[in-house]
């Protein structure tokens, strides 16, 4: 079992908080969207309705275009991906952290909380994410999709969970889709969720999220009071 640290602060209620990436801190969701259309118009393909490109953000990137891509030869997915990365790093330059991740992540880092990754991105892609926003080194730990199972798969939480010593009901998953949601409760730990992400907000209905946050100065002000 895992032992709170004594902080002198109030009692943490979760050793390890563990974030979705895009869409979550990093305000990428427009351009993932609109590049994953772009890639399925370059290969004559229908392109998918802004909502549907959206609800595969936090999937490997392959297992996202198989399914906005239906018709597609297998086969010929890895050239969508092709497409979509070109299109991608075209204009990832564009791309900021939420306003108030900054400072949520150095609450959370006050509180000796310990902090994580979780996402669809590529090993490379995240690495060169935390880079252009100078967080390398913030997190205490990753993990992507290519070097584990893609979400909803618990094992790249449960990985993160063995990591740290922590038990489930002290681990806490924050994302803005039902993947990240589906993630947590496959592996046992609590979620919250945001809603200015890739999902639609009603679509976190069904899940036993701790809290819905509609701004980051929201989920910041109860990750203070309440994790």
């Known amino acids: 079992m895992t032992t709170t640290v004594d902080t002198g602060l109030r ?3 979760y050793d390890l908080i563990v ?4 869409g979550t801190l990093y305000d990428s969701t427009a ?6 259309q772009a890639a399925c118009a370059d290969l004559g393909l229908p392109v998918p309705p802004r909502s549907e490109a959206a609800y595969v953000i936090g999937m490997g990137l392959y297992e996202a275009l198989a399914h906005v891509a239906p018709s597609l030869d297998p086969a010929r997915v890895p050239e969508l991906g092709q497409r979509y990365r070109h ?3 075209q204009r990832q330059h564009e791309l900021t952290l939420f306003d108030g991740t900054l400072a949520l992540l150095e609450a959370l880092k006050a509180r000796n909380h310990w902090l994580a990754v979780a996402t669809g991105k590529s090993r490379q892609g995240l690495n060169e994410a935390l880079t252009h926003v100078a967080l390398r080194g913030v997190f205490d730990g990753t993990r992507t999709a290519d070097e584990t199972a893609s979400k909803p798969h618990p094992r790249m939480l449960l990985e993160l969970m063995a990591e740290f010593g922590v038990d489930p009901e002290r681990t ?3 994302g803005d889709t039902t993947h990240d949601l589906q993630l947590a409760l496959n592996a046992g730990a609590h979620s919250v969720a945001v809603s200015y992400g890739a999902h639609e907000p009603a679509t976190f209905a069904e899940f036993p999220t701790q809290f819905v946050a509609h701004s980051m100065a929201e989920l910041h002000g ?3 009071e309440h994790a």
């Open 11 to 13: 009692p943490r209620a």
């Open 19 to 22: 974030f979705d990436w895009d």
């Open 31 to 36: 351009l993932i969207t609109g590049c994953i």
């Open 87 to 89: 299109h991608y790093f």
């Open 172 to 174: 806490l998953m924050i």
């Open 222 to 224: 109860w990750l203070v």
